[in-house]
């Protein structure tokens, strides 16, 4: 790895700290007398909470990206997103009392099918048109959100599910957020699987002359994606297109190699996550403006400008 490649790490390290330390500190004054039992409950598994999901959604949307061949796909563009709220549903209507692992493990079999769906749509059509195919995706989550939609009306759920959809770290709580230590490993399996999956975005054809078993790691990294995104919209809700501006921002900084990006790639998303936080908790206080809403802002302004850049060039 280059020496440049190496300090914007150490920037981005030192930005992670300094916000860090921001939002522990947010409004503690006056709370002298309870600030070690406020930090152990609440401040540090928020912290430690956004610090994972915006690892775990920009590590998602660059290994989509990357085994879709496409910059504009994400697990919110993939309808990956989409199909975890069909798991979401089910939950609350089969097992409303389940425990947190069994609830992700719904979630997860719907993103995966979802996800499973996309890739199978994507390798059957012939025009695959850099904007066409986050399109295609869209609509597939369209279909899979009006689906959902019209079953919680029916059995009255849409405000349940909407709710439990919204991405917010306000109820992050310690006992709340632990799922979450799960992307840890699947983290490191992303990480051992880059040089993979950056040979697989060659190609299938070129993957296979270079001896890679294409259909094993496409798989792969389409289970990691699912298991990452039902870990975040279990935990936090819905965060839109912050797997999707991450990944094309630092590509512009390393090119499309995953392993010299990934660890960049994780960081960036937690700065970018943590910063969304701490803005959205500082802009109405002592009130606050939930993630998914600043996240999904910023993140639509970036779509247009990469559609209209990627137009142009």
Known sequence: MSNGGIMKKRYLVFALIILAF??????????????????????????????????????????????SRNRFVSPT???????????????????????????????????????????????????????FVPLLGIMLGNIFGSITTFIAYRFDLVQNVSAWLMGNFALVTQGRYELLYFSIPLLALAFSFAHMFTI??????????????????VNVGVAIVALLSALVVVT????????????NIMTMFYGDNIKGSL???????????????????????????????????????????????????
Do not use: W
């Open 200 to 217: 697989a975005g060659m190609g299938e054809e070129f993957a296979i002359n270079l001896g890679l078993n294409y259909g094993f790691v």
């Open 22 to 67: 921001l939002s522990l500190s947010l409004g503690l004054q006056g709370l002298d007398q309870h600030i070690m039992q406020i930090m152990m409950i609440s401040r540090i598994p928020r912290l430690l909470a956004i610090i994972l999901v915006g690892m775990s959604m920009s590590i998602a949307g660059l290994i989509l990206q990357q085994i």
């Open 236 to 247: 936090a809700g819905q965060i839109p297109f912050l797997g999707l501006i991450v990944p």
């Open 263 to 313: 660890g960049a790639t994780a960081l960036f998303g937690a700065v970018l996550l943590l910063t969304a936080d701490i803005f959205g908790r500082i802009i109405i206080a002592p009130y606050e403006i939930p993630i998914g809403l600043t996240v999904g802002t910023l993140g639509s302004m970036f779509f247009l400008y990469f559609v209209f850049r990627g137009e142009r060039t």
């Open 77 to 131: 563009t993939a309808g990956t997103i989409d199909a975890a709220k069909g798991g979401v549903l089910c939950t609350l209507l089969v097992f409303p009392g389940a425990a947190p692992l069994v609830k992700m493990t719904i979630v997860f079999a719907f993103a995966l099918a979802g996800t499973f769906l996309f890739m199978f749509v994507l390798r059957k059509i012939k025009f695959k048109n850099v904007v």
